[in-house]
């Protein structure tokens, strides 16, 4: 009886202090989000094929759920999330998650890792599911941590956390009779690359050699030497950027096991000899990639007929680049031209990732729902554009922007070339494209708007891919085959 009462003592607690964080968070938010209070910062690192359709919505106008508490309001609700938690034994306990400075949510103090509740159960989180679940599962990428940290960001309630988090789980595929044993060595490591049925024994092995030998050397090593690879679209490097970022090193293991099963070589595109020599000024436009993509390679009849029998996007690319090699090496090499500094270049991907994504959607047949690119409707080629500026040194970077080139190029080629869309007039503000999209517990929608809201969201044709995104949750399917071949 006494425990009945303790309980019902911390539920009327947690509902009086949502109440109070609604009434003091709602015109705050609205505020910074209507004057369009969104700047240019260093970006911060950090789905399915079906959703949940029954998803929980709010009546209209109640965009709180999506927003921080004040500073003040904070302390208490944390109180009370960790004696709920305690109280009622419960599973969402990865609601405590560390966030990450972003300029969405001016005025607010983050907490920081000094905290050391919350920092010890996103640490829990990690660790539970390091030795669970793969990192990849027919071309979906286990993204749990990543995801509950920008959920979190964008202040999304306990129910859309263990929703998005199931939704993610429905995807992962388990790890099987793991002894801590494993068949890679120091010798033969780099000998079983791209063999996903290794993942368990490149986990152990660079755990080890983590412990042993520390981030850098372990990076020099073992990352860096890693040749001229583009597999699944390099969200590898997207994962071990979020590791680092939020010092977790089950999360880096994981991206060095990702990045090692995954490999694609692509040595035979980028095996030139760089003749630049006259640079026209033509080719200093922002705009270069897109020309290159949409103009040139979108209409090139080399690249007609798709390829049949793949299993995977990951083999598609494979067979791609053993066909194609010269052919993509020859816009390489027209790019490369390009007086662009690495830092354009990599602003220039980024316009056409954005491009593709806006691209990447259509109408079904009956005209009654949206559907969108699983590899192009998605953020993975922002993303990875932004990891590189995260955390790749100098002396790599113009080989890894080359990687993100080829990776553009190939997705575009894989999964159809679509035909480059106009501009729309968007219906939803930043606000309310927040709020569907999180309602939705669409993960892949979930973490492309989060993506999104790194870069500058003044810019009209994010907030066009914003609205396409927050439709598209409402009754949407993705697709994998490529719409560009419909």
């Known amino acids: 009886m006494a425990s009945a009462v303790t309980v019902a003592s911390a539920v009327t607690m947690a509902f009086l202090v949502s109440m109070i964080s609604k009434i003091t968070m709602v015109s705050a938010m609205s505020m910074a989000l209507e004057r369009g209070s969104f700047h240019v910062h260093p970006p911060l690192l950090g789905g399915h094929d079906s959703k949940d359709k029954n998803r929980s919505r709010t009546k209209s106008g109640e965009h709180s759920d999506y927003c921080f508490n004040l500073v003040f309001i904070w302390p208490i609700t944390l109180s009370a999330t960790i004696l709920l938690s305690s109280l009622l034994n419960n599973p969402f306990h990865f609601m405590l998650l560390q966030p990450q400075r972003s300029s969405l949510f001016l005025g607010v103090q983050p907490l920081n890792g000094k905290n050391t509740t919350i920092r010890s159960t996103l640490q829990k989180i990690v660790q539970e599911n390091h030795f669970l679940y793969k990192m990849e599962n027919r071309d979906r990428p286990n993204n749990i941590a990543r995801l509950l940290v920008g959920l979190h960001e964008l202040g999304a309630t306990p129910d859309q956390l263990s929703i998005a988090y199931n939704n993610v789980l429905v995807d992962t595929e388990s790890i099987h009779n793991l002894d801590h044993c494993t068949r890679i060595n120091k010798i033969n490591w780099d000998q079983f690359l791209g063999q996903s049925s290794y993942y368990e024994d490149y986990l152990v092995f660079f755990d080890q050699q983590l412990a042993a030998l520390g981030l850098t050397e372990t990076l020099n090593t073992y990352f860096y030497s890693i040749p001229n690879s583009i597999g699944s679209q390099l969200q590898p490097l997207v994962h071990l950027s979020f590791g680092i970022e939020q010092d977790l090193p089950e999360i880096i293991t994981q991206a060095l096991a990702y ?55 990951q083999f598609a690319v494979k067979l791609l680049i053993e066909s194609k090699s010269d052919l993509i090496k020859t816009y390489l090499m027209l ?37 969108l690119d699983w590899f192009l409707g998605g953020s993975q080629l922002v993303d990875s554009a932004l990891a590189m500026k995260k955390m790749i040194p100098h002396k790599h970077m113009e080989h890894w922007v080359n990687l993100q080139f080829i990776s553009t190029v190939c997705t575009y080629i894989v999964q159809g070339r679509p035909k480059q869309s106009s501009p729309i007039q968007p219906s939803f503000s930043w606000k309310q494209c927040i709020s569907e999209v999180v309602q939705s517990g669409d993960t892949k929608a979930i973490l492309s708007l989060i993506s999104l809201l790194k870069l500058n969201a003044s810019d009209p044709a994010l907030l066009e891919v914003g609205n396409m995104l927050a439709q598209f949750t409402m009754n949407g399917t993705w697709v994998k085959t490529g719409l560009g071949w419909i």
């Open 335 to 371: 790019w490369n031209q390009s007086s662009l500094t690495l830092n354009q270049r990599l602003d220039a991907l980024i316009l056409t990732a954005v491009q593709l994504m806006k691209s990447s959607s259509r109408r079904n047949r009956s005209n009654d729902s949206l559907e």
């Open 259 to 313: 990045h090692a099963i995954t490999y694609i070589d692509a040595s035979a595109i980028l095996d030139y000899e760089d003749n630049r020599r006259v640079i026209s000024e033509s080719k200093r436009d922002l705009n270069l990639m897109n020309s290159i993509l949409f103009d040139l390679i979108g209409a090139d009849p080399r690249f007609e007929g798709k390829v049949e029998g793949y299993i995977t996007f």
